[in-house]
Protein backbone atom coordinates (compact mmCIF):
# COMPACT_ATOMS: atom_id res chain seq x y z
CA UNK A 1 0.00 0.00 0.00
CA UNK A 2 1.08 3.76 -0.58
CA UNK A 3 2.31 5.52 2.10
CA UNK A 4 3.64 9.17 2.55
CA UNK A 5 5.57 10.38 6.21
CA UNK A 6 6.14 13.76 7.05
CA UNK A 7 8.29 13.78 10.23
CA UNK A 8 8.26 17.58 10.64
CA UNK A 9 4.98 18.42 12.30
CA UNK A 10 6.66 21.91 12.25
CA UNK A 11 9.65 24.21 10.86
CA UNK A 12 10.79 27.78 11.76
CA UNK A 13 12.78 29.60 9.18
CA UNK A 14 14.38 33.25 9.36
CA UNK A 15 13.10 35.64 6.34
CA UNK A 16 15.57 35.12 3.06
CA UNK A 17 17.14 31.72 4.49
CA UNK A 18 16.26 28.68 2.42
CA UNK A 19 14.14 25.26 3.90
CA UNK A 20 14.14 21.74 3.20
CA UNK A 21 10.65 19.91 4.48
CA UNK A 22 10.96 16.46 4.44
CA UNK A 23 8.65 13.54 2.55
CA UNK A 24 9.59 9.94 2.45
CA UNK A 25 7.75 7.59 0.86
CA UNK A 26 6.59 3.99 0.08
CA UNK A 27 4.95 2.53 -2.78
CA UNK A 28 5.49 -0.95 -5.15
CA UNK A 29 4.30 0.98 -8.02
CA UNK A 30 7.34 1.55 -10.25
CA UNK A 31 5.37 4.02 -11.74
CA UNK A 32 4.28 7.06 -9.83
CA UNK A 33 4.40 10.93 -9.43
CA UNK A 34 5.21 13.00 -6.17
CA UNK A 35 3.20 16.37 -5.17
CA UNK A 36 3.76 19.43 -2.72
CA UNK A 37 0.74 21.41 -2.26
CA UNK A 38 1.04 24.38 -0.04
CA UNK A 39 -2.44 25.54 2.24
CA UNK A 40 -2.16 28.80 4.00
CA UNK A 41 -4.76 30.09 6.73
CA UNK A 42 -7.26 31.13 3.37
CA UNK A 43 -7.88 27.10 3.60
CA UNK A 44 -7.01 26.79 -0.44
CA UNK A 45 -4.66 23.99 -2.20
CA UNK A 46 -2.37 25.47 -3.71
CA UNK A 47 -0.12 23.15 -6.60
CA UNK A 48 3.63 24.13 -6.03
CA UNK A 49 5.84 21.45 -7.97
CA UNK A 50 5.61 17.54 -9.53
CA UNK A 51 8.08 15.13 -10.01
CA UNK A 52 7.83 12.00 -11.67
CA UNK A 53 9.19 8.74 -11.06
CA UNK A 54 10.93 8.57 -14.16
CA UNK A 55 12.49 11.76 -14.34
CA UNK A 56 16.00 12.21 -14.74
CA UNK A 57 16.00 15.61 -12.89
CA UNK A 58 14.86 16.83 -10.27
CA UNK A 59 11.84 19.34 -10.57
CA UNK A 60 12.28 23.27 -10.20
CA UNK A 61 9.67 25.79 -10.28
CA UNK A 62 10.69 29.39 -9.06
CA UNK A 63 11.84 29.37 -5.94
CA UNK A 64 10.51 25.49 -4.93
CA UNK A 65 12.45 22.70 -5.83
CA UNK A 66 12.20 18.84 -5.23
CA UNK A 67 15.67 16.94 -4.13
CA UNK A 68 13.94 13.31 -5.17
CA UNK A 69 16.48 10.39 -4.05
CA UNK A 70 14.55 7.20 -5.55
CA UNK A 71 17.08 5.03 -3.94
CA UNK A 72 16.37 6.75 -0.58
CA UNK A 73 12.39 7.05 -1.71
CA UNK A 74 12.56 10.66 -0.66
CA UNK A 75 11.08 14.16 -2.25
CA UNK A 76 12.16 16.67 -0.06
CA UNK A 77 10.46 20.23 -0.92
CA UNK A 78 13.73 22.86 -0.68
CA UNK A 79 12.10 26.61 -0.93
CA UNK A 80 14.60 28.79 -1.24
CA UNK A 81 14.78 32.96 0.12
CA UNK A 82 11.86 32.21 1.99
CA UNK A 83 9.38 35.18 2.46
CA UNK A 84 6.82 36.02 4.72
CA UNK A 85 3.99 34.78 2.73
CA UNK A 86 5.55 30.92 2.63
CA UNK A 87 4.42 30.80 5.89
CA UNK A 88 1.51 27.69 5.68
CA UNK A 89 1.21 24.14 5.83
CA UNK A 90 2.99 22.14 3.22
CA UNK A 91 1.55 18.56 2.49
CA UNK A 92 3.45 16.02 0.55
CA UNK A 93 1.14 13.84 -1.93
CA UNK A 94 1.98 10.74 -4.48
CA UNK A 95 -0.03 8.89 -7.10
CA UNK A 96 0.62 5.45 -8.52
CA UNK A 97 0.27 5.38 -12.23
CA UNK A 98 0.03 1.88 -13.02
CA UNK A 99 -2.95 0.52 -10.66
CA UNK A 100 -5.66 2.76 -12.38
CA UNK A 101 -6.65 4.74 -9.42
CA UNK A 102 -5.44 8.66 -9.64
CA UNK A 103 -6.34 9.29 -6.08
CA UNK A 104 -3.20 11.20 -4.06
CA UNK A 105 -2.35 9.72 -0.59
CA UNK A 106 -1.05 12.59 1.52
CA UNK A 107 0.93 12.78 4.09
CA UNK A 108 0.32 14.44 7.78
CA UNK A 109 1.40 18.44 7.02
CA UNK A 110 4.47 20.01 7.93
CA UNK A 111 3.42 23.61 9.18
CA UNK A 112 6.02 26.11 7.86
CA UNK A 113 6.46 29.52 10.24
CA UNK A 114 9.07 32.31 8.32
CA UNK A 115 9.81 34.72 10.91
CA UNK A 116 11.30 38.37 10.19
CA UNK B 1 -10.43 30.72 -16.20
CA UNK B 2 -12.34 30.61 -12.87
CA UNK B 3 -11.14 27.40 -10.31
CA UNK B 4 -13.02 25.17 -8.55
CA UNK B 5 -15.37 26.31 -6.36
CA UNK B 6 -16.94 24.82 -3.20
CA UNK B 7 -20.29 25.97 -1.37
CA UNK B 8 -20.48 26.45 1.34
CA UNK B 9 -17.15 27.62 2.96
CA UNK B 10 -18.63 26.48 6.48
CA UNK B 11 -21.39 24.40 8.00
CA UNK B 12 -22.58 24.06 11.35
CA UNK B 13 -25.32 21.39 12.15
CA UNK B 14 -26.03 18.99 14.85
CA UNK B 15 -25.34 15.63 14.93
CA UNK B 16 -28.54 13.63 13.21
CA UNK B 17 -29.09 16.43 10.37
CA UNK B 18 -28.41 16.54 7.11
CA UNK B 19 -26.07 18.54 4.91
CA UNK B 20 -25.30 18.55 1.15
CA UNK B 21 -21.84 20.06 -0.01
CA UNK B 22 -21.50 20.93 -3.37
CA UNK B 23 -18.53 21.60 -5.73
CA UNK B 24 -17.86 23.26 -9.43
CA UNK B 25 -15.12 21.79 -10.78
CA UNK B 26 -13.00 23.87 -13.75
CA UNK B 27 -15.45 24.22 -16.79
CA UNK B 28 -14.36 21.56 -19.14
CA UNK B 29 -12.38 18.64 -16.41
CA UNK B 30 -13.93 15.34 -16.76
CA UNK B 31 -12.52 14.15 -13.45
CA UNK B 32 -13.70 15.41 -10.35
CA UNK B 33 -12.31 14.23 -6.86
CA UNK B 34 -13.73 14.78 -3.18
CA UNK B 35 -10.83 14.64 -0.16
CA UNK B 36 -11.78 15.24 3.40
CA UNK B 37 -9.23 15.93 6.49
CA UNK B 38 -10.78 15.22 9.70
CA UNK B 39 -9.14 17.14 12.66
CA UNK B 40 -5.61 16.06 13.24
CA UNK B 41 -5.04 13.56 10.84
CA UNK B 42 -4.28 13.11 6.83
CA UNK B 43 -5.99 14.05 3.97
CA UNK B 44 -7.90 11.12 2.62
CA UNK B 45 -9.12 10.64 -0.82
CA UNK B 46 -12.90 9.75 -1.03
CA UNK B 47 -14.15 9.14 -4.32
CA UNK B 48 -13.17 10.27 -8.08
CA UNK B 49 -16.05 10.67 -10.74
CA UNK B 50 -15.02 10.77 -14.46
CA UNK B 51 -17.83 12.79 -16.13
CA UNK B 52 -21.02 11.78 -14.45
CA UNK B 53 -20.14 7.98 -13.64
CA UNK B 54 -18.04 6.97 -10.34
CA UNK B 55 -14.85 5.64 -11.27
CA UNK B 56 -13.01 5.44 -7.72
CA UNK B 57 -15.65 5.12 -4.14
CA UNK B 58 -13.21 3.03 -2.45
CA UNK B 59 -12.59 6.13 0.09
CA UNK B 60 -16.19 6.51 1.15
CA UNK B 61 -16.55 5.48 4.86
CA UNK B 62 -19.88 4.25 4.67
CA UNK B 63 -23.48 4.46 3.44
CA UNK B 64 -24.17 7.74 5.32
CA UNK B 65 -22.00 9.46 2.56
CA UNK B 66 -23.82 9.47 -1.20
CA UNK B 67 -21.85 11.39 -3.81
CA UNK B 68 -23.67 12.77 -7.29
CA UNK B 69 -22.56 14.21 -10.16
CA UNK B 70 -25.52 14.07 -12.47
CA UNK B 71 -24.86 15.26 -15.79
CA UNK B 72 -21.39 15.44 -15.19
CA UNK B 73 -20.96 19.13 -14.15
CA UNK B 74 -21.03 20.25 -10.28
CA UNK B 75 -20.98 17.40 -8.31
CA UNK B 76 -22.53 17.09 -4.64
CA UNK B 77 -21.68 15.20 -1.28
CA UNK B 78 -24.55 14.17 1.12
CA UNK B 79 -23.93 12.90 4.49
CA UNK B 80 -27.02 11.79 6.46
CA UNK B 81 -26.93 11.74 8.85
CA UNK B 82 -23.96 13.39 10.14
CA UNK B 83 -21.72 11.86 13.13
CA UNK B 84 -19.66 14.18 15.14
CA UNK B 85 -16.41 12.33 13.19
CA UNK B 86 -17.89 13.37 10.46
CA UNK B 87 -16.81 16.96 10.86
CA UNK B 88 -13.83 18.02 8.99
CA UNK B 89 -13.14 19.84 6.13
CA UNK B 90 -14.35 18.56 2.49
CA UNK B 91 -11.92 19.38 0.03
CA UNK B 92 -13.27 18.70 -3.63
CA UNK B 93 -10.38 18.75 -6.63
CA UNK B 94 -10.84 18.79 -10.58
CA UNK B 95 -8.96 17.59 -13.59
CA UNK B 96 -8.66 18.02 -17.10
CA UNK B 97 -7.60 14.30 -17.95
CA UNK B 98 -6.59 11.43 -16.01
CA UNK B 99 -2.70 11.71 -15.64
CA UNK B 100 -3.07 15.70 -15.19
CA UNK B 101 -2.68 17.73 -11.77
CA UNK B 102 -5.32 17.91 -9.41
CA UNK B 103 -6.88 21.70 -8.97
CA UNK B 104 -8.19 21.90 -5.35
CA UNK B 105 -11.10 24.16 -4.21
CA UNK B 106 -11.13 26.08 -0.99
CA UNK B 107 -12.70 23.28 1.05
CA UNK B 108 -15.81 23.45 3.20
CA UNK B 109 -15.31 22.99 6.58
CA UNK B 110 -18.08 21.19 8.34
CA UNK B 111 -18.41 20.61 12.21
CA UNK B 112 -20.73 18.48 13.31
CA UNK B 113 -22.01 19.52 17.19
Known amino acids: AQKITQTQPGMFVQEKEAVTLDCTYD???????LFWYKQPSSGEMIFLIYQGSYDQQNATEGRYSLNFQKARKSANLVISASQLGDSAMYFC?????????????FGSGTRLQVQP | EAGVTQFPSHSVIEKGQTVTLRCDPISGHDNLYWYRRVMGKEIKFLLH????????ESGMPNNRFLAERTGGTYSTLKVQPAELEDSGVYFC???????????FGPGTRLTVL
Open chain 2, 93 to 103: ASSHTLAAQQF
Open chain 1, 93 to 105: AMREMDTGRRALT
Open chain 2, 49 to 56: FVKESKQD
Open chain 1, 27 to 33: TSDPSYG
